[in-house]
């Protein structure tokens, strides 16, 4: 039986998001211009972003410490009240100069018809309160984890990387820059396969990824990377061997929104009980399948993953 953590272990730092959805039904087009019409029966708001991280671990019943920016605004309340559940600890940087981030979709028949991003830049201020904040925090945590949307909270990773190195605390990073060299020294990463190509460009075959990952673990001494591949599974990738490579669960895939974070959670829950790299990669492969068939921003449990509480 995997035992519960008496404490908050993981530390969630980044960028924390609001995602709403606009539900209802498409019955006409516009006489004003060809689009559709969209007649709302509901709305909804649910937890995006790092916010997301932190809701699927307390669904992993992994309790956790999260951090980031927050608008002194109306979305912001609504996602702190989201969070306001057991197994999560708030540390919110809330300022008036923050604009929280929303992503809102409009949805007919679960089928995303447009989405709007609703973001500003941060000011410097709050992002250089939220690092000091989240350097503190680390200091009680075991496992760090940085959820990076590229929306400016993670402006210095490189500042929290560094202050994690030579102690017993571990980073893992899912990045979103171009630039890996701003995650130099964390101990995994997690693009996914867009992402990955987007800084080592196309690769002709298996053995040739291989060994540009190599390359580039060396070059910003990074221990792991954990590739994800959508329909392909996931790969790991570690310096000094080779890739594990693991299927996907075969499932329907009904909405990919998330799918990411319940990644990310999956394996640093698994890390932190005890479990192997290996076993933590293939529960979060595992959980990957189960988020993938669900509509919208969503989570996993541990009885949906036949794990015992």
Known sequence: MIPELARPEVLIVGDCMLDVYLEGAVERISPEAPVPVLRLHRQTQRAGGAANVA??????????????????DNAGACLIALLDQPGITQHFVRSPGVDTTQKMRMVSRRQQLLRMDVESAPPADAVDELT???GTLAERHRWIVLSDYAKGALRDAGVLIERCRGTSRQVLVDPKRRDLAAYAGAWLIKPNLAELH?????WPDEAQLGDRVASLLARLDIEHLLLTRGDDGMSLYSRGRGGLHIAAHTREVYD???AGDTVLAALTCFLARGETLEDAVRAANQAAGLVVGKFGTASVTLDELGVPA
């Open 132 to 134: 000091r904040l989240a």
């Open 256 to 258: 990919v929104s998330g």
């Open 55 to 72: 809701l699927n671990l307390a669904q992993l019943r992994c309790p956790c410490t999260l951090t980031g920016l927050v608008g002194a």
């Open 198 to 202: 987007e800084v080592l460009g196309d």
